[in-house]
């Protein structure tokens, strides 16, 4: 039986540019008659059971932000990186005339996006706030991969932990080369329990570890292999919250005030779904992060609707 109510929905590839690649996404439109319970769009991102569902809430009038929830399959996030640039993506592809600018409210404040037509490219000036905790993570978090990493590999015996915003945390863990990345075995994941060690205030709603290493470096571009590894989510194909605090953290730590950096990380590949995120992070004079950019593209891949009784 058709319910009362019915949503227009699309699902996207994100992060790449050809179909069954990247990190899948669903995309829920709700117009301005319609007003959902959050606990409604939980059950509805637990239907379409991917890592993350978006509710775009139509605009009021023509100048204001649209605002944006994003839920994982149990909670919902402040901001996360697939999501956003897929949203942008699909916002601007679909808009007639095409639209090149358009501004999102999320639960972690405003984001500037803008897409170019041409290259099919979004790129979102991400709301940072990026903090490098004083509590790092142990080296036990790599106790349940050690059966399967290469032997003869020299641990630290902490990693860092670093937040992009507050409630999207991720331990970065340096990889000594592809061979030692490849090998780790999601399923032998290890969960992080370290919320409460984060720093006062910063307490995360979803704490994960982030695997890659280094594969170029040239003075114009670092390029990136990563993983991603939860046991709530599993492996996720791409990462774009992981991917941009992973480059917030590199620049703070080699980069010189002043100075932009650019990283392409890729993602995926050892679950065949590899895609590309792109990252730029300009520091400020102060050594902070003046801009945090995350771009990506992303392919249309079903469109329907869906009934709610």
Known sequence: MVGSKSLKFATLDVFTSSAFQGNQLAIVNLPGNINLEQDTKQRIAREFNFSETVFIHDPTSDNEDRRVDIFTLTQELPFAGHPVIGTLCHLCQVSDPPLRKVNLSLKAGTLVGRYDPETRLAEAEIPHDVRLHQARAPRDILDCQLNTLPAGNQWPNEFPVVSVVKGMTFVLIAMPDLAALSSLDPLNQKGVHEQDKLDEGWQSSFMAPYYYTI????????????????????????????????????ALEHGQPGRTYAYSIEQGVEMGRAGEIHVKVTLGQSRGIEKLVLAGSAVLMTQGVLYLP
């Not at 571009?221 to 605090?245: F, H, K, N, Y």
Request: with cysteine; charged share 20%.
């Open 215 to 250: 594969t170029e470096q040239t003075p114009s571009l670092i390029r990136i292999r990563s993983r991603m590894m939860e046991p709530t989510v599993g492996e996720d194909p791409c990462t774009g919250s992981a991917a941009s605090t992973l480059a917030a953290y590199l």
